[in-house]
T-cell receptor
Framework: GENVEQHPSTLSVQEGDSAVIKCTYS??????FPWYKQELGKRPQLIID?????GEKKDQRIAVTLNKTAKHFSLHITETQPEDSAVYFC??????????FGTGTRLKVLA | NAGVTQTPKFRVLKTGQSMTLLCAQD?????MYWYRQDPGMGLRLIHY???????AKGEVPDGYNVSRLKKQNFLLGLESAAPSQTSVYFC?????????FGPGTRLTVT
């Protein structure tokens, strides 16, 4: 069936370093790839997304890259800060209105 | 503009009891979704709706029913709760692609 694999499951970085989270999807019809940040006890919040006709998108310290051929997409966070600590989820969406989520990455930014 | 709201925020049920979770959105979104979130398993789709009066099964629909009688509301029902349904439940809505999530309902079934 359709699935999204997300790695790593946990990631610890020193404040100021970069963090990279990777996802692989299986459904070749997927055309929209959002990333969500979820702080403890809170709802998932969209932080950046990318559509299949774009290879890279940036928003200040965060960026997402997409390799459609390899069915890979990645989240890059530069100059990490303690407030970046959270669980990050990737997802893949196709025209069926269904979103398939990765299992999440717990990012810890060490001060 | 409240966005997506959910009631209740917390609930404890005994095995076999029933309850309904309410999701409401004021953004005039066509699509609404119910997910459950369990540790290490991400968000799994229970049911979804592509418009008023329509519902469809997601990845894990067993033990749940839903209704979308009004465009702004999406109800999730548990007819006979089981301990395996202990989870955090999130509702979401979307216009086309971008999903907006509610604050969640933490349900414990003992």
């Amino acid at each position: 069936g359709e699935n999204v694999e997300q790695h790593p499951s946990t990631l610890s970085v020193q404040e100021g370093d970069s963090a990279v989270i990777k996802c692989t999807y299986s459904d070749s019809a997927s055309n929209y790839f959002p990333w969500y940040k979820q702080e403890l006890g809170k709802r998932p919040q969209l932080i950046i997304d990318i559509r299949s006709n774009v290879g890279e998108k940036k928003d200040q310290r965060i960026a997402v890259t997409l390799n459609k051929t390899a069915k890979h997409f990645s989240l890059h966070i530069t100059e990490t800060q303690p407030e970046d600590s959270a669980v990050y989820f990737c997802a893949a969406h196709s025209g069926t209105y269904k979103y398939i989520f990765g299992t999440g990455t717990r990012l810890k930014v060490l001060a | 503009n409240a966005g997506v709201t959910q009631t209740p925020k917390f609930r404890v049920l005994k095995t076999g009891q029933s309850m309904t979770l309410l999701c409401a959105q004021d953004m005039n979104h066509e699509y609404m979704y119910w997910y459950r979130q369990d540790p290490g398993m991400g968000l799994r789709l229970i049911h979804y709706s592509v418009g008023e009066g329509t519902t469809a099964k997601g990845e894990v629909p067993d033990g749940y029913n839903v209704s979308r009688l009004k465009k702004q509301n999406f109800l999730l029902g548990l007819e006979s709760a089981a301990p395996s349904q202990t989870s955090v439940y999130f509702c979401a809505s979307s216009l086309v692609r971008e999903q907006y999530f509610g604050p969640g309902t933490r349900l414990t079934v003992t």
